[in-house]
């Protein structure tokens, strides 16, 4: 099961091109059924993981760096429309970035936060209401609720990365020792 879950998570990276040109050639349709798609199935590899008895540390690396490729496509795309404020758009990203980084130096991959977690939720419920094809019923309405749905997400995206990059109290403390004891050894 953990191999079937981290195919799901690689397969949730390559949805991310076609997404983009599904976007960049007007196929609406085509692009919101395969950011759906991509949710999924960031679903369906937890669910394979936790019933596997935990994920591999190859997937928790994996699994948030192609949420966040399946996830930037869209948001550049809908900031450069006008629709979300690129200013916006960039904490968002700058937040991915910084978090990812975070997590590479993390010898379990960093494995994601409930804050994290409802994050993405709240973030694939926006894209989805945004992309939601003008011909499609209630598109002016799903569009604006979109809207006002990214801002909750943006909110949660920045408190969560405080709740990753804070300094914890035993981090901090065991920061400090090894240069105090530097310190004394260059004096002895």
């Not at 966040?68 to 758009?89: D, E, T």
């Not at 977690?117 to 598109?139: E, H, I, M, N």
């Amino acid at each position: 099961m953990r191999r079937l879950a981290d195919l799901l998570t690689l397969a949730r990276a390559v949805i991310g091109l076609p997404l983009l040109l599904a976007m960049g050639a007007g196929q609406e349709v085509l692009a919101w059924w395969l950011l759906l798609l991509g949710g999924l199935s960031d679903w369906a590899d937890g669910l394979l993981a936790r019933r596997a008895g935990g994920g591999s540390v190859w997937g928790a690396r994996l699994d948030p760096l192609t949420d966040k490729i399946l996830v930037s496509a869209p948001l550049l795309a809908l900031a450069a429309w006008g629709v979300l404020p690129l200013w916006a758009v960039w904490l968002l990203l700058a937040r991915e970035l910084l978090v990812s980084g975070w997590r590479a130096g993390q010898g379990s991959g960093g494995p994601a936060s409930l804050a994290g977690k409802a994050k993405t939720l709240l973030q694939f419920g926006s894209l989805l209401l945004l992309l939601w094809p003008a011909s499609w019923p209630l598109a002016g309405r799903l569009h604006q609720a979109g809207w006002w749905l990214f801002w909750p997400s943006l909110a949660l995206a920045l408190s969560s990365a405080w709740g990753y990059l804070r300094p914890r109290p035993q981090e901090a403390s065991s920061a400090a020792s090894p240069l105090t004891s530097g310190d004394s050894e260059r004096k002895a």
